[in-house]
């Protein structure tokens, strides 16, 4: 675990003012008082955390070249903000809405695709990144009766939190966050492989998140203008198994969003799986750059 | 075909070193205790070894029996094998139809 030079900062304030007063108060509040105090932190984020925005400035002019105006890149930078707060607090929403109230704000396309892949009989595998709606995507799996696991760390092992957060803020936030429609499978588990092996057997389904190098086994490709490390274990899996890979997108909030799957991925063959994982690492990253560069503003980790 | 116990453990220890791409000869491998010890930090290498295993024994391991237990050591792994081997035989393995592999 990478360890941080601080024991506490600023930011664990928020994330407790986040995990507990807010989320209590989240329990009792209508929800339209929810969304627009959530709105308004978001107003104020965006205004206050200037060095982010620089960040995010910097990394979309990386990406999105010439062809955008400073203008719009501004706009870009100020929605990834408000977006990423909104995202926070439609996490707390999401946990008191109902099955039928939610998906009647939203459209889900091309589920047949995801029930195609499954009619193979091998499990699915779901490649997604981290964006707006991956939550209320899974919300919505586990609504539809289709079991589903996705993997995360058990400590945050950010370099730019401090000693708490990675240590005890970031497990709590994974214990006390999320809790309809999404089982999370830690990487650190000695019997990952197992459980992996088990849902696929079982036909189900594993969501595995492509933006976050947690695995064991990576490889750096060119992502967005940078170099970027992703994992691959899930594409050994795929090797062994001949499990499906269906890219998923879900991008909005509880009022409004979409949820899209595409044709599962045409992966190509190899005769040794460290060329298979390296040809088809190819194939994923460039699909996650197109999903990142048609919706911008809604990808969390920028 | 019958394989005696000694016959399933040599064949699984030679599926390691195969699958996992070991740079250990059989006699440590046998030596080693857990399995955990084999494939390191690396949960997904057993993924392969099941495959492995399948192909090898053409058996099939169902999702019900992919737990912990079985695959602790090179023991408890070669009796289920044998055990998986037996009901092929005899057709008496409770479940083994039920794999969607």
């Known amino acids: ?302 | 075909m019958h394989l005696s116990i000694e016959d399933v453990k040599d064949r699984i220890v030679e599926v390691m070193i195969r699958e996992l791409e070991l740079t250990l000869n059989p006699e440590e491998v046998h030596g080693t205790s857990r399995l955990d010890d084999l494939f390191g930090m690396d949960s997904i290498a057993i993924t392969e070894l099941i495959i492995g295993i399948e192909k090898e024994f053409t058996i099939k391991i169902p999702a019900e029996d992919l737990s912990v237990e079985i695959f602790q050591d090179l023991e408890t792994l070669t009796e289920y094998v044998k055990k998986r081997l037996h009901g092929k035989t005899t057709g008496s393995i409770e479940g083994q139809d039920k794999t969607q592999c």
């Open chain 1, 1 to 302: 675990m990478t360890t941080s030079n601080r024991f506490f900062s600023i930011r664990d304030i928020g994330i407790f003012f986040y995990l507990v007063p807010f989320r209590m108060a989240a329990s009792v509040l209508p929800i339209g008082a929810i969304r627009f105090f959530g709105l308004l932190m978001g107003h104020v984020y965006s205004a206050l955390a200037y060095r982010r925005k620089r960040r995010i400035q910097q990394r979309l002019r990386t990406a999105l070249g010439n062809s955008t105006t400073n203008d719009e890149i501004m706009e870009l930078s100020r929605m990834c903000l408000l977006n990423a707060v909104a995202c926070h607090v439609d996490a707390l929403i999401l946990n008191r809405i109902g099955t039928q109230a939610l998906l009647a704000n939203g459209k889900v396309s091309g589920l047949e695709h995801f029930k195609n892949a499954l009619l193979k009989g091998k499990g699915v595998l779901l490649v997604t990144g981290h964006f707006t709606g991956l939550k209320i995507a899974c919300r919505f799996l586990h609504e539809s009766g289709y079991p589903h696991f996705g993997i995360v760390k058990r400590h945050a092992d950010d370099p730019g939190a401090s000693w708490l957060e990675n240590r005890y803020l970031s497990s709590y936030w994974s214990k006390v966050i999320d809790q309809k429609g999404r089982v999370p499978v830690f990487v650190e588990d000695k019997d990952l492989g197992l459980r992996i092996m088990k849902r696929l057997r079982e036909n189900g389904i594993v969501i595995i998140s492509l933006d976050v190098p947690f695995s064991q086994h990576l490889l750096t490709r060119p992502f967005l203008g940078y170099e970027q490390a992703f994992p691959v274990g899930f594409l050994r899996i795929v090797y062994s198994t001949g499990a499906a890979v269906v890219p998923m997108v879900g991008i909005g909030n509880s009022s409004a969003f979409t949820i899209c799957f595409e044709e599962a991925v045409n992966l190509r063959e190899a005769a040794r799986k460290d060329e298979f994982v390296a040809k088809n690492i190819d194939i994923l990253v460039r699909i996650l750059e197109s999903q990142i560069l048609k919706d911008p503003a809604h990808w969390l980790l920028i």
